[in-house]
Protein backbone atom coordinates (compact mmCIF):
# COMPACT_ATOMS: atom_id res chain seq x y z
CA UNK A 1 0.00 0.00 0.00
CA UNK A 2 1.24 3.70 -0.60
CA UNK A 3 1.85 5.78 1.45
CA UNK A 4 -0.89 9.08 1.65
CA UNK A 5 0.99 12.10 0.10
CA UNK A 6 1.60 15.17 2.64
CA UNK A 7 3.87 18.35 1.74
CA UNK A 8 7.17 18.13 3.53
CA UNK A 9 6.77 21.05 5.31
CA UNK A 10 4.82 24.05 5.80
CA UNK A 11 5.34 27.31 7.67
CA UNK A 12 3.75 30.15 9.48
CA UNK A 13 4.11 32.67 12.05
CA UNK A 14 2.47 33.29 15.26
CA UNK A 15 -1.08 33.81 15.55
CA UNK A 16 -1.31 32.67 11.44
CA UNK A 17 -3.39 29.65 10.21
CA UNK A 18 -2.07 27.29 7.91
CA UNK A 19 -3.66 24.55 6.50
CA UNK A 20 -1.85 20.64 5.58
CA UNK A 21 -3.12 18.18 2.76
CA UNK A 22 -3.29 14.69 2.65
CA UNK A 23 -3.76 12.50 -0.69
CA UNK A 24 -4.53 9.03 -0.92
CA UNK A 25 -7.38 7.46 -3.52
CA UNK A 26 -10.96 6.48 -3.43
CA UNK A 27 -9.79 3.32 -1.68
CA UNK A 28 -8.21 5.07 1.77
CA UNK A 29 -9.05 8.64 2.29
CA UNK A 30 -12.01 9.08 -0.07
CA UNK A 31 -13.83 6.00 0.62
CA UNK A 32 -13.85 6.12 4.27
CA UNK A 33 -14.80 9.21 7.09
CA UNK A 34 -11.47 7.22 8.97
CA UNK A 35 -9.29 9.78 8.19
CA UNK A 36 -6.82 10.68 11.83
CA UNK A 37 -4.30 13.27 12.54
CA UNK A 38 -1.06 13.16 14.56
CA UNK A 39 1.34 15.20 16.41
CA UNK A 40 4.78 13.96 16.92
CA UNK A 41 6.95 16.23 18.73
CA UNK A 42 10.82 14.89 18.42
CA UNK A 43 11.90 12.08 20.57
CA UNK A 44 8.01 11.52 21.63
CA UNK A 45 5.28 9.36 20.62
CA UNK A 46 2.49 10.75 18.12
CA UNK A 47 -0.13 12.48 19.90
CA UNK A 48 -3.75 11.77 18.10
CA UNK A 49 -5.45 15.31 17.42
CA UNK A 50 -8.38 14.46 15.20
CA UNK A 51 -10.23 11.15 14.22
CA UNK A 52 -12.95 10.32 11.81
CA UNK A 53 -12.03 13.40 9.69
CA UNK A 54 -13.35 16.44 12.04
CA UNK A 55 -13.13 15.04 15.75
CA UNK A 56 -11.09 16.17 18.48
CA UNK A 57 -10.37 14.10 21.22
CA UNK A 58 -10.87 15.47 24.32
CA UNK A 59 -7.97 18.08 25.51
CA UNK A 60 -7.18 18.90 22.04
CA UNK A 61 -7.23 22.21 21.57
CA UNK A 62 -10.29 23.26 19.01
CA UNK A 63 -7.76 25.51 17.12
CA UNK A 64 -6.91 22.06 15.06
CA UNK A 65 -9.78 21.06 12.97
CA UNK A 66 -10.37 18.47 10.00
CA UNK A 67 -12.07 18.07 6.63
CA UNK A 68 -12.43 16.42 3.66
CA UNK A 69 -12.96 16.46 -0.20
CA UNK A 70 -12.70 13.61 -2.46
CA UNK A 71 -9.70 11.94 -1.97
CA UNK A 72 -7.61 14.71 0.19
CA UNK A 73 -8.04 15.56 3.69
CA UNK A 74 -6.91 18.75 5.36
CA UNK A 75 -5.35 20.04 9.16
CA UNK A 76 -6.33 23.19 9.37
CA UNK A 77 -4.40 24.61 12.68
CA UNK A 78 -5.25 28.22 13.60
CA UNK A 79 -3.72 30.45 16.05
CA UNK A 80 -0.55 29.30 15.16
CA UNK A 81 1.70 28.69 18.72
CA UNK A 82 5.24 27.99 19.12
CA UNK A 83 4.41 24.77 20.70
CA UNK A 84 2.58 23.68 17.23
CA UNK A 85 5.56 23.15 15.92
CA UNK A 86 5.73 19.93 15.23
CA UNK A 87 5.64 16.73 13.01
CA UNK A 88 2.11 15.86 11.65
CA UNK A 89 0.97 12.33 9.96
CA UNK A 90 -2.81 11.99 8.61
CA UNK A 91 -3.91 8.27 8.45
CA UNK A 92 -6.34 6.30 6.59
CA UNK A 93 -8.42 3.37 6.65
CA UNK A 94 -8.19 1.43 3.44
CA UNK A 95 -10.45 -1.17 1.77
CA UNK A 96 -7.90 -3.92 2.75
CA UNK A 97 -8.88 -3.42 6.25
CA UNK A 98 -5.05 -2.27 6.57
CA UNK A 99 -4.24 1.75 7.46
CA UNK A 100 -1.74 3.58 6.61
CA UNK A 101 -0.09 6.74 7.10
CA UNK A 102 0.61 9.91 5.54
CA UNK A 103 4.17 11.08 4.36
CA UNK A 104 4.74 13.86 7.27
CA UNK A 105 4.08 17.55 7.26
CA UNK A 106 7.10 18.93 9.18
CA UNK A 107 5.28 22.17 10.93
CA UNK A 108 7.88 25.37 10.92
CA UNK A 109 6.29 28.39 13.33
CA UNK A 110 8.56 30.79 12.01
CA UNK B 1 -5.34 5.99 32.56
CA UNK B 2 -4.55 2.87 30.24
CA UNK B 3 -0.92 2.86 29.34
CA UNK B 4 1.20 0.59 26.88
CA UNK B 5 4.40 -0.26 27.75
CA UNK B 6 7.00 -2.20 24.89
CA UNK B 7 9.59 -4.53 25.78
CA UNK B 8 11.88 -6.74 24.63
CA UNK B 9 15.42 -6.99 22.61
CA UNK B 10 17.29 -3.62 20.85
CA UNK B 11 19.56 -5.39 18.94
CA UNK B 12 18.33 -7.94 16.38
CA UNK B 13 21.06 -9.77 14.59
CA UNK B 14 20.51 -9.78 10.96
CA UNK B 15 18.39 -12.99 9.25
CA UNK B 16 17.00 -13.15 12.58
CA UNK B 17 13.45 -12.99 14.06
CA UNK B 18 12.51 -9.52 16.18
CA UNK B 19 10.27 -10.13 18.77
CA UNK B 20 8.43 -7.83 20.90
CA UNK B 21 5.62 -7.54 23.72
CA UNK B 22 3.27 -4.75 24.48
CA UNK B 23 2.10 -4.61 27.98
CA UNK B 24 -1.14 -2.97 28.66
CA UNK B 25 -2.23 -1.56 31.71
CA UNK B 26 -5.16 0.40 32.78
CA UNK B 27 -7.81 -1.15 31.24
CA UNK B 28 -8.53 -4.99 30.21
CA UNK B 29 -6.78 -6.03 26.62
CA UNK B 30 -9.58 -8.69 26.31
CA UNK B 31 -12.68 -5.81 25.76
CA UNK B 32 -14.36 -6.40 22.51
CA UNK B 33 -13.79 -2.71 21.95
CA UNK B 34 -10.28 -2.51 20.46
CA UNK B 35 -7.86 -3.43 18.02
CA UNK B 36 -4.08 -3.57 19.05
CA UNK B 37 -1.10 -2.59 16.50
CA UNK B 38 2.19 -2.13 15.89
CA UNK B 39 3.73 0.26 14.30
CA UNK B 40 7.02 1.55 13.34
CA UNK B 41 9.28 4.54 12.18
CA UNK B 42 12.57 4.54 10.86
CA UNK B 43 15.27 7.12 12.45
CA UNK B 44 14.34 10.53 10.62
CA UNK B 45 11.51 9.08 8.65
CA UNK B 46 7.93 8.69 8.31
CA UNK B 47 5.50 6.12 10.43
CA UNK B 48 4.46 2.70 8.97
CA UNK B 49 1.56 0.46 10.23
CA UNK B 50 3.18 -2.86 10.91
CA UNK B 51 -0.39 -4.53 11.56
CA UNK B 52 -3.18 -5.29 14.32
CA UNK B 53 -4.79 -8.01 16.17
CA UNK B 54 -8.21 -8.03 17.71
CA UNK B 55 -8.71 -9.79 21.02
CA UNK B 56 -10.68 -12.88 19.21
CA UNK B 57 -7.21 -13.19 17.53
CA UNK B 58 -8.20 -12.06 13.97
CA UNK B 59 -5.18 -10.17 12.39
CA UNK B 60 -4.49 -7.40 9.92
CA UNK B 61 -1.16 -7.01 8.26
CA UNK B 62 0.56 -4.32 6.19
CA UNK B 63 0.67 -6.09 2.83
CA UNK B 64 4.65 -5.05 2.24
CA UNK B 65 5.66 -6.88 6.00
CA UNK B 66 2.45 -9.71 5.74
CA UNK B 67 4.80 -12.75 4.73
CA UNK B 68 7.23 -11.69 7.75
CA UNK B 69 5.07 -10.80 10.54
CA UNK B 70 3.11 -12.36 13.35
CA UNK B 71 1.15 -10.62 16.13
CA UNK B 72 -0.11 -12.70 18.84
CA UNK B 73 -2.41 -11.65 21.91
CA UNK B 74 -2.03 -13.15 25.40
CA UNK B 75 -5.34 -12.43 27.52
CA UNK B 76 -4.05 -13.86 30.44
CA UNK B 77 -0.98 -11.87 30.52
CA UNK B 78 -2.47 -8.37 29.11
CA UNK B 79 -0.29 -8.95 26.17
CA UNK B 80 0.04 -8.56 22.73
CA UNK B 81 3.60 -9.34 20.47
CA UNK B 82 5.15 -8.80 17.64
CA UNK B 83 7.82 -11.16 15.27
CA UNK B 84 9.15 -9.86 12.38
CA UNK B 85 11.54 -12.79 10.76
CA UNK B 86 14.27 -12.11 8.67
CA UNK B 87 15.79 -9.10 9.66
CA UNK B 88 17.90 -6.42 7.68
CA UNK B 89 19.25 -3.52 8.02
CA UNK B 90 15.89 -2.14 7.06
CA UNK B 91 14.17 -3.18 10.24
CA UNK B 92 16.01 -0.70 12.23
CA UNK B 93 13.45 1.38 14.10
CA UNK B 94 11.70 2.80 16.85
CA UNK B 95 8.61 0.39 17.50
CA UNK B 96 5.42 1.60 18.88
CA UNK B 97 2.47 -0.31 20.07
CA UNK B 98 -1.08 1.64 19.98
CA UNK B 99 -4.79 1.07 20.29
CA UNK B 100 -7.44 1.71 18.49
CA UNK B 101 -10.72 1.29 18.91
CA UNK B 102 -13.08 -0.16 17.18
CA UNK B 103 -15.11 2.24 16.00
CA UNK B 104 -13.01 5.08 15.50
CA UNK B 105 -9.97 3.61 12.92
CA UNK B 106 -7.57 5.46 14.83
CA UNK B 107 -4.35 5.11 17.59
CA UNK B 108 -5.72 6.65 20.68
CA UNK B 109 -3.21 5.59 23.40
CA UNK B 110 0.69 4.86 22.25
CA UNK B 111 3.53 3.22 23.79
CA UNK B 112 6.88 5.19 24.29
CA UNK B 113 8.25 3.19 21.53
CA UNK B 114 11.27 1.22 21.36
CA UNK B 115 14.43 1.27 19.60
CA UNK B 116 15.42 -1.80 17.90
CA UNK B 117 18.74 -1.95 15.93
CA UNK B 118 19.33 -4.94 13.61
CA UNK B 119 23.14 -5.37 13.67
CA UNK B 120 25.67 -7.87 13.64
Known amino acids: QSALTQPASVSGSPGQSITISCTGT?????????VSWYQQHPGKAPKLMIYDVSNRPSGVSNRFSGSKSGNTASLTISGLQAEDEADYYC??????????FGTGTKVTVL | QVQLQESGPGLVKPSQTLSLTCTVS??????????WSWIRQPAGKGLEWIGRIYTSGSTNYNPSLKSRVTISVDTSKNQFSLKLSSVTAADTAVYYC????????????WGQGTLVTVSS
Open chain 1, 91 to 100: SSYTSSSTLG
Open chain 1, 26 to 34: SSDVGGYNY
Open chain 2, 98 to 109: AREPRLKRAFDY
Open chain 2, 26 to 35: GGSISSGSYY
